[in-house]
């Protein structure tokens, strides 16, 4: 290569598709936010780059030292991590000009410099929706997010995925019970590790946190109940814990469950798992992970919760919340990789209009413009190429038809159409055309 070139590369950590792929991608995408609308979630479109102090206002640690930050002339600014902080951000700079429960979704790129490795992005789109309220939030929402979750994945073509459902007031009325509350959070991180690293990991990690071994006996019995839904339930009511949190974990994880049944999402699709902690410090009550039963080794594909106070850091608001995140870049990599996607049709045109000579360009213009008047997508290729280099070029982009026009087509006002997954040819008018292919 010319030492004066620059050689074309992606940095490490950021996704970049061929056309067929991005055009999978893109239809994921479009699923989701039809299945979000469907439930009447508002789109938001918050920009990619904030104030630093705006953007920063609560974070700290790891993802602090995560945060791509610049400076650009006197203005300290930063690309967005998440989704959520500039929700918050919007909803205290908007509050007046909102109605409640305000019901967003926002499909978008967000920022995060990690370690470059397989399956892990430094620029990743997320898929997110909230119910934010203002003062309070009635629980029927944690019960309307699992079949927001559920409608999603049947309509990305998934049967069998559990949408786990827990609620971080049991475990914290658990640790309170045990003069553990302090070490709550320490806790919950192990215990939300438990089925990446496995029991006696968690028993050592425990440990090494300084919790007795009589304690983490009673935690790890605790997380091991088993039954169905209805029966960890009973259990977790047998346990005769009497922390008020507690009680109310346990009630409000009843409620849910019940209302999730009342919303029609198969048993077979939810469960109750005492494992599932969430790690991150803002889930207050129900959480949620959801995982695909076949190929559990992908993790948690969609992940949730409420948390009691959206924008503390903006606003002396109270503005509880419930919500839930597809990290849709990670996603997709890993279905390509397990070669999970369904074989759908990759290509953007239905019919791509090919000429058999220049004579018969004006008539291939009207009938491409005829068919796309119709709502069909069109391609055209007029150039002087061979009308078997158009069709390899069709079957390439897996476009499903190819119109000849040629000479006598353009004498009989009809067309010649090629069905390339058959190889079947034949002449019709443009009306017939529209009709056999939308």
Do not use: H, W
């Not at 695909?292 to 850091?313: I, P």
């Amino acid at each position: 290569m010319d030492k004066n070139k620059v050689e074309p590369k992606t940095l490490p950590g950021f996704m970049e598709l061929l056309p067929s792929d991005q055009i999978e991608f893109n239809s994921i995408k479009e699923k989701i936010q039809k299945s979000y609308e469907k439930f009447g979630f508002l789109p938001l479109d918050t920009p990619i780059i904030e104030a630093s102090e705006v953007l920063l206002a609560k974070a700290g640690g790891e993802t602090e030292k995560q945060i791509y930050r610049f400076n650009k002339g006197d203005n300290d600014l930063s690309l967005r991590f998440d989704l959520t902080v500039p929700l918050a951000k919007y909803v205290a700079a908007n509050f007046g000009e909102l109605s409640f429960p305000f019901r967003r979704y926002q499909i978008g790129k967000v920022y995060r410099g990690e370690k470059a490795q397989a399956g892990r992005f430094r620029e990743f789109y997320q898929c997110d929706i909230d119910i934010i309220g203002d003062g309070s939030l009635s629980i029927m929402n944690d019960a309307e997010i699992p079949s927001v979750i559920y409608s999603t994945f049947k309509s990305l073509g998934f049967e069998d995925f559990t949408i786990c459902i827990n609620n971080r007031k049991i475990l914290n009325g658990l640790f309170k019970s045990l003069d553990l509350e302090e070490k709550s959070g320490d806790i919950l991180r192990v215990i939300d590790k438990i089925e990446k690293i496995g029991k006696e990991n968690v028993i050592k990690e425990l440990e090494d946190e300084g919790v007795e071994k009589a304690k983490i006996e009673k935690i790890i019995s605790f997380i091991e109940i088993e039954g169905d839904t209805d029966g960890k339930i009973a259990e977790l009511n047998k346990l005769g814990i009497t922390e008020p949190v507690f009680v109310e974990g346990v009630s409000e994880l009843e409620q849910v469950v019940k209302m999730i049944r009342t919303y029609k999402v198969p048993d077979k699709n939810f469960k109750v798992d005492l494992t599932i902690a969430r790690g991150l410090d803002y889930y207050t009550g129900t959480v949620y992970e959801t995982f695909l039963d076949n190929y559990k080794k992908l993790g948690s594909v969609c992940s949730g919760g409420r948390y009691e106070n959206l924008a503390e850091y903006y606003t002396d608001k109270k503005l509880p919340g419930v919500g839930i995140s597809i990290g849709l870049t990670r996603f997709f990599y890993q279905m390509k990789k397990e070669n999970i996607l369904k074989d759908e049709p990759k290509a953007i045109s239905k019919i791509l209009v090919a000429t058999m000579s220049e004579e018969n360009i004006e008539y291939a213009i009207g009938v491409a413009e005829a068919i796309r008047n119709a709502g069909i997508n069109v391609e055209t290729s007029l150039g002087d190429k061979k009308i078997k280099a158009k069709f390899k070029y069709a079957d390439k982009l897996q476009i499903p038809y190819v119109a000849v026009i040629g000479e006598e087509e353009v004498n009989q006002n009809q067309i010649s159409l090629k069905n390339m997954q058959t190889g079947e040819q034949e002449t019709l008018s443009i009306d017939e055309v529209i009709e056999k292919i939308k």
